[in-house]
């Protein structure tokens, strides 16, 4: 059974950095999709960056060039370094695992079926 957990949360004063991590128990397969979702009260959860198996890596257009989604494969985690920071950012993190994505593709990430962490609430003030 695989487990995802998130850590690195906080809170940041705006233009500062936070990285988070999500540390990944259980079987990973070859074929694997790992993202960063947020939510805010009220709202859905929006996709903030994706990465697949094969290394590549996409963002949600609003943290391009801020925000950085990489994994350390040795010790089974994700990370999301996030910098420039902008109130809002503020919202709860969550780490989601895909460990057998429909056709290969990361384009289902987020569904109710793929393994969520608990989240970690990142909070940036101005």
């Known amino acids: 059974q695989v487990q995802v957990a998130e850590s690195g949360g906080g809170s940041a004063q705006a233009g500062g950095s936070l990285r988070l991590s999500c540390v990944v128990s259980?079987?990973?397969?070859?074929?694997?999709?790992m993202g960063w979702f947020r939510q805010t009260p009220g709202n859905e959860r929006e996709g903030v960056a994706v990465l697949d198996s094969e290394g590549n890596t996409m963002y949600v257009d609003s943290v391009k060039g801020r925000f950085t989604i990489s994994q350390d494969n040795a010790k089974k985690t994700l990370y999301l370094q996030m910098n420039s920071l902008r109130p809002e950012d503020t919202a709860m993190y969550y780490c989601?695992?895909?460990?057998?994505?429909?056709?290969?593709?990361?384009?289902?990430?987020?569904?109710?079926?793929?393994?969520w962490g608990p989240g970690t609430q990142v909070t940036v003030f101005s």
């Open positions: 259980g079987y990973l397969p070859s074929t694997y999709c």
């Open positions: 989601v695992a895909d460990v057998s994505p429909p056709r290969g593709s990361c384009d289902y990430l987020g569904s109710v079926k793929n393994h």
